[in-house]
């Protein structure tokens, strides 16, 4: 069964349109599962909002950011998880938004969401007292690329 399931997702990912937007990622869900209401896909295109669902959901090559926030989150004290889940929900919000445009006008790619993450699991893994500080540095690297 897994050996059929990881057949059929390696056929999605390698049969996927060249001119599409994300060719080279694959969903791995294929309910449209709703959004979190903290999240906002307000104006988003069907194909945009597909997307987005991924990049908050994940797929069977990366975590989504949803997984991310939460593992980071389950590493501090209760004190500094209402503002760090606030933090994380809106930096989440600008980058989602703006990767889940076409690769043609998008400013955000996989290569950076990559980056992206591995830097705030290896901080939150090591120094996870720096965790804040990562996370306004990310957010300054986004807001410099979307202005």
Known sequence: MKKAVFFFLFILCISAPAGSAHAGVAE????????SRQYDA???TGEELKWFRTFLKGNFFADGWEQIADSLLQRLST???AEQQRMLTELGNKIGREWCRDNAVRKIDTAMLKKWSNRLKSTANEKPH???EVIRNIDGE???LLD
């Open 42 to 44: 307000s104006g988003l």
């Open 142 to 144: 986004v807001e410099t």
């Open 28 to 35: 791995a869900s294929t309910g449209m599962e709703s959004i």
């Open 79 to 81: 004190d500094e998880r």
């Open 130 to 132: 720096l965790l804040t």
